[in-house]
């Protein structure tokens, strides 16, 4: 097994009211991005860092505050099919694309609001190099 992290983040949870609602939100999401789910169980599904679960799956599970989370997006294109996908499948806007110079020069994002009210973004920061596409964690054989 092989598990592929970023730099600061381990994972995020969000514990929401309706599973198959932010499912298909989260789906949109992904698929607009260029992923999937690549997990699921009872009660939960994941993508990369994010995992997204019902009360129901653990009793220590309860429903999470509102959250903000922003997604790494290729271009400004991947920005906008985000924003399009999210809605489709039941976002609320909270902030269509566009440069958000505020933040820093050609910061370009959109914003959406979740099925639980979580503010979601997808960013493009501009052309850049990645030195990899991720860091991958093989468990080590002796642990």
């Not at 970023?6 to 969000?14: E, K, S």
């Not at 922003?70 to 902030?95: E, P, S, T, W, Y």
């Not at 269509?96 to 503010?119: I, M, T, W």
Request: charged share 20%.
């Amino acid at each position: 097994m092989q598990f592929h992290r970023g730099r600061l983040i381990d994972h995020v949870q969000l514990v929401v009211r309706d599973l198959a609602v932010s499912r298909r939100f989260y789906e949109a999401a992904f698929g607009a991005l260029g992923l999937k789910v690549e997990g699921e169980g009872a009660g939960f599904f994941f993508c990369d860092e994010l995992y997204v679960s019902s009360p129901e799956a653990h009793e220590d599970f309860h429903l999470t505050g509102r959250t903000h989370l922003a997604f790494q997006a290729g271009d400004q294109a991947m920005v906008q099919r985000f924003h399009a996908a999210v809605l489709a499948a039941g976002g609320r806007d909270n902030g269509a694309p566009g440069v958000r110079e505020k933040y820093h020069p050609g910061y370009y994002a959109a914003f959406a609001l979740d099925p639980d009210g979580n503010n979601i973004e997808a960013v493009f920061h501009g052309p850049a190099t990645r030195s990899a596409p991720s860091v991958v964690i093989v468990p080590h054989p002796k642990a």
